[in-house]
């Protein structure tokens, strides 16, 4: 047996752990990250969806929920809460992610179906206005975090504790970026030719703006802004390289970053995996937290692993990518050994499994991560 099948056979009884029947406020059946969650979040609930329709295109009928669950609570003025359990809105998060539009879209391509979302064009609109009305840094034409819970990056020393609404964030305008064009790729599938030219317009004045801004030619590197103070907010975090996860770096300036920074051990690059953060931070941590924050200051996540699998493929470093995906695989693979299960996030430089044990989100990315890499 080899590893894609090993992990493959010992995910497919997780698989059914995600998965919840309609209640309450939820009116489609959704996706929950199994551990001790029992809500739909939202980054959570769309890579979970992502993963199920890549193994089984008929199962991409969970992510067409995860996004028609929050369409159905878009609020008059767009806000779209971001964590919603049976009982009603969860106020942990303030408005959702900006997944919703790539999480139709390939609800669409895997299902072969985008009747659905045409009553609901309007309504996936104004959620992603209201982002743009609330959050957007008119000096910078780039969009805040409300605060680091939103993010989803819980203590992300490059978010948390500064005032909310203040921090651009490299992470969250490259989410936007990929939410633009999705909306684009919408608008055209849907007929809508100026939507598809205002969706096209809005990507790539923010990945203007990504590059104009956030990016730091002497460092290789890109930062959040405090817009309090107008300075770089100047620490290594995962969210720094989310940018290279759309491409939105040129060719040669992406490989020299991955060189320095994501492949260079003595920053992001473990035995187990791709750094929350860089080695060389002083909030630099693997603790086993999960309260008041999940731990993103320093653990492997298999989420993060995923982005980073992406970039690399992204920059031509096949050989390297394989071997993250690896990694990822061997990880989980002795958590299960080890407990039974998996869990959120794993020690930088053991490998030992950390906070949320019986954890079943993300995670599942990996078996797409090992088949492609076995492409290559």
Same mark, same amino acid.
């Given at each position: 047996?080899?590893?894609?099948?090993?992990?493959?056979?010992?995910?497919?009884?997780?698989?059914?752990?995600?998965?919840?029947?309609?209640?309450?406020?939820?009116?489609? =059946?959704?996706?929950?990250?199994?551990?001790?969650?029992?809500?739909?979040?939202?980054?959570?609930?769309?890579?979970?969806?992502?993963?199920?329709?890549?193994?089984?295109?008929?199962?991409?009928?969970?992510?067409?929920?995860?996004?028609?669950?929050?369409?159905?609570?878009?609020?008059?003025?767009?806000?779209?809460?971001?964590?919603?359990?049976?009982?009603?809105?969860?106020?942990?998060?303030?408005?959702?992610?900006?997944?919703?539009?790539?999480?139709?879209?390939?609800?669409?391509?895997?299902?072969?179906?985008?009747?659905?979302?045409?009553?609901?064009?309007?309504?996936?609109?104004?959620?992603?206005?209201?982002?743009?009305?609330?959050?957007?840094?008119?000096?910078?034409?780039?969009?805040?975090?409300? =605060?680091?819970?939103?993010?989803?990056?819980?203590?992300?020393?490059?978010?948390?504790?500064?005032?909310?609404?203040?921090?651009?964030?490299? =992470?969250?305008?490259?989410?936007?970026?990929?939410?633009?064009?999705?909306?684009?790729?919408?608008?055209?599938?849907?007929?809508?030719?100026?939507?598809?030219?205002?969706?096209?317009? !809005?990507?790539?004045?923010?990945?203007?703006?990504?590059?104009?801004?956030?990016? =730091?030619?002497?460092?290789?590197?890109?930062?959040?802004?405090?817009?309090?103070?107008?300075?770089?907010?100047?620490?290594?975090?995962?969210?720094?390289?989310?940018?290279?996860?759309?491409?939105?770096?040129?060719?040669?300036?992406?490989?020299?970053?991955?060189?320095?920074?994501?492949?260079?051990?003595?920053?992001?690059?473990?035995?187990?995996?791709?750094?929350?953060?860089?080695?060389?931070?002083?909030?630099?941590?693997?603790?086993?937290?999960?309260?008041?924050?999940?731990?993103?200051?320093?653990?492997?996540?298999?989420?993060?692993?995923?982005?980073?699998?992406?970039?690399?493929?992204?920059?031509?470093?096949?050989?390297?990518?394989?071997?993250?995906?690896?990694?990822?695989?061997?990880?989980?693979?002795?958590?299960?050994?080890?407990?039974?299960?998996?869990? !959120?996030?794993?020690?930088?430089?053991?490998?030992?499994?950390?906070?949320?044990?019986?954890?079943?989100?993300?995670?599942?990315?990996?078996?797409?991560?090992?088949?492609?890499?076995?492409?290559?």
């Amino acid at each position: 047996m080899n590893i894609r099948q090993e992990i493959n056979r010992l995910l497919l009884a997780k698989k059914t752990l995600v998965k919840r029947k309609a209640n309450g406020f939820l009116k489609h =059946d959704y996706l929950v990250p199994n551990g001790p969650y029992e809500e739909q979040w939202d980054w959570d609930g769309h890579f979970i969806g992502v993963a199920l329709g890549r193994d089984i295109p008929s199962e991409a009928i969970y992510l067409k929920n995860w996004v028609l669950n929050y369409l159905e609570h878009v609020q008059e003025n767009g806000f779209t809460p971001g964590l919603i359990a049976s009982a009603g809105i969860d106020k942990r998060l303030k408005h959702v992610k900006p997944f919703l539009a790539q999480g139709a879209s390939l609800a669409i391509w895997y299902l072969k179906d985008y009747l659905w979302l045409k009553p609901y064009w309007a309504v996936l609109k104004k959620s992603l206005y209201f982002r743009m009305k609330v959050n957007i840094n008119k000096q910078y034409n780039l969009a805040c975090w409300y =605060d680091s819970m939103e993010s989803g990056a819980d203590n992300n020393p490059v978010v948390l504790g500064y005032k909310h609404n203040s921090v651009i964030a490299c =992470d969250l305008n490259t989410y936007l970026y990929s939410e633009f064009r999705a909306m684009a790729e919408l608008a055209k599938i849907l007929n809508k030719k100026q939507d598809f030219k205002y969706y096209t317009q !809005e990507k790539n004045k923010i990945k203007k703006a990504i590059l104009e801004h956030l990016w =730091d030619k002497n460092d290789l590197f890109f930062y959040n802004i405090n817009t309090e103070s107008g300075e770089k907010i100047k620490k290594l975090s995962f969210s720094g390289f989310m940018p290279l996860y759309r491409k939105i770096l040129p060719e040669s300036l992406g490989k020299k970053f991955i060189k320095k920074h994501i492949l260079n051990p003595n920053e992001f690059w473990s035995k187990y995996g791709i750094r929350s953060i860089s080695k060389q931070e002083p909030e630099y941590n693997n603790k086993n937290i999960i309260k008041p924050h999940s731990n993103w200051q320093g653990p492997v996540w298999p989420l993060i692993n995923y982005f980073g699998f992406k970039i690399l493929l992204n920059y031509g470093f096949n050989k390297e990518a394989k071997e993250l995906a690896e990694k990822t695989a061997r990880l989980l693979i002795n958590d299960f050994k080890l407990t039974g299960g998996m869990h !959120e996030n794993y020690h930088a430089e053991t490998g030992k499994p950390l906070a949320a044990p019986n954890f079943v989100s993300w995670n599942l990315l990996v078996s797409g991560m090992l088949e492609k890499a076995e492409s290559l």
